[in-house]
């Protein structure tokens, strides 16, 4: 079959010559040609990931990478990571797929419940029925298949330290959690990982997301969340964040330490103090407070109104995160830096935390515009181009039969508790 091309300036002309058998098959070809081109796809992704090709300061994950780079909707590019990794298990299922003759759709649902063992009987029902019965078989399955809990009981009580490692100053905790408290202390730590990386226009989160693997950002995000909402006592000094500078003047403080805590380098100093309340305190001899001044200018309420609605999220490139967002002073208030709209950005955490690390900087435009910069200079693009060419997708594809990925089905229904019972109880005889 000859592929066809319409000129959309003769859409409705050009369509009413071509028969309506003709674009039936035409639609099932290239149905069949992107499928073998999005299986090339997500077994680079796949590939990507495993090499960790996308880690770097400013993307947290494969998936975001695809947000920023490919212009995949993020909850669309979790699935694709996920997909592309169980795909490397299943050399099977993986074949089929580039040879087109089954969909993304098909992969996507037999990836929930496929392993090496079960795959070619999958296969076989995916090559023989439409994608929404595959869909439902797939769904049934995995709730058949979901393992029955015990009812022992964890008698480990609840215990944890802290304390503050001599070698490099980090703070390092060791908890143990009952089982209730466990899944309560991951459920939170799922909440708040999903606030400190939602992007802007991300309105409902991943609800099968897991607790995230490394849990220290989103507990950090946590600690955040709880000294926003709440006033500390002034009685409890341990529940605010205490610097003590000493010995300052125009090249800078000689000391800094955290209260009862271990001491700073300069660039942390610079991050804790781009956004906290200062206060200076003189001290005599012998430690009576001689001197107590009024504190530093930080944004006021109104300028942080303004600046949410100027950046709406994190302003670093790709980013988009919309929640527990600093206001950075991009000349640093400790350099002179104007607490000003054409001085402060907003940053999440994390990339406020990067910035003061060097692993970008930011530079002011003017007229509250600013670029953002690798440390060799060269610019952090915001959206990179992407293109591509449908006629590349025939040519390399172009061998693939026309039906290849037209189910061989009849339009029998599916009888979801017959069909997940037989193949249950084939894969327990198999074991």
């Known amino acids: 079959m000859g592929a066809f091309m319409i000129d959309m300036s003769e859409a409705e002309s050009e369509a009413l010559r071509i028969e309506t058998k003709e674009i ?195 507990m950090i995000a946590m600690a955040e969340m709880v000294c926003a909402a709440m006033d500390s006592p002034v009685v409890s000094p341990a529940a605010e964040v205490l610097v003590h500078i000493g010995g300052v003047d125009e090249a800078g403080p000689d000391h800094a330490h955290f209260d009862d805590g271990p001491g700073l380098d300069d660039e942390t100093l610079a991050q804790v103090l781009c956004s906290a309340v200062m206060r200076t305190v003189g001290h005599g001899r012998l430690g009576k407070t001689v001197r107590w001044s009024s504190t530093a200018k930080v944004p006021s309420r109104t300028q942080l109104r303004q600046l949410i609605i100027r950046d709406r999220c994190c302003t670093v490139p790709g980013c988009g995160r919309t929640r527990f967002l600093h206001a950075h002073h991009v000349t640093y208030r400790s350099r002179g830096g104007a607490t000003s709209l054409d001085n402060l950005v907003l940053l999440c955490g994390e990339h406020h935390r990067a910035l003061h690390d060097g692993y970008f900087f930011i530079e002011v435009l003017g007229d509250q515009r600013f670029s953002f910069h690798h440390p060799s200079g060269a610019e952090i693009i915001r959206a990179p181009a992407v293109s591509g060419d449908a006629d590349e997708i025939r040519r390399q594809y172009g061998g693939i039969a026309p039906d290849a990925i037209v189910p061989n089905w009849g339009g029998e229904g599916l009888d979801l508790s017959y069909a997940t019972d037989v193949l249950i109880t084939n894969w327990q005889q198999a074991a």
């Open 24 to 218: 039936e098959t035409e639609i099932c070809a290239l149905a069949g040609q992107i499928a073998a081109a999005s299986a090339q796809y997500l077994i680079l992704v796949g590939e990507f990931d495993a090499r960790r090709g996308w880690a770097g300061w400013e993307v947290r994950s494969c998936a975001h990478w695809l947000s920023w780079r490919a212009g995949v909707d993020l909850h669309t590019a979790r699935e694709q990571v996920r997909v592309a990794k169980a795909m490397r298990e299943l050399p099977l299922i993986t074949s089929a797929y580039l040879n087109g003759t089954i969909s993304y759709s098909k992969v996507r649902a037999m990836t929930r419940v496929a392993t090496a063992e079960n795959e070619a009987s999958l296969l076989q029902k995916a090559l023989d029925a439409p994608a929404a019965h595959i869909e439902r078989l797939c769904r049934g399955l995995k709730k058949a298949m979901r393992p029955t809990r015990g009812n022992g009981v964890d008698l480990n009580p609840c215990a944890g330290r802290w304390r503050w490692d001599e070698d490099d100053g980090s703070l390092v905790l060791t908890a143990r959690f009952r089982p209730e408290d466990g899944k309560r202390f991951l459920a939170a730590l799922t909440r708040a990982e999903y606030e400190r990386t939602r992007t802007e226009g991300e309105s409902e989160g991943d609800r099968a997301a897991p607790a995230p693997r490394n849990p220290v950002p989103a």
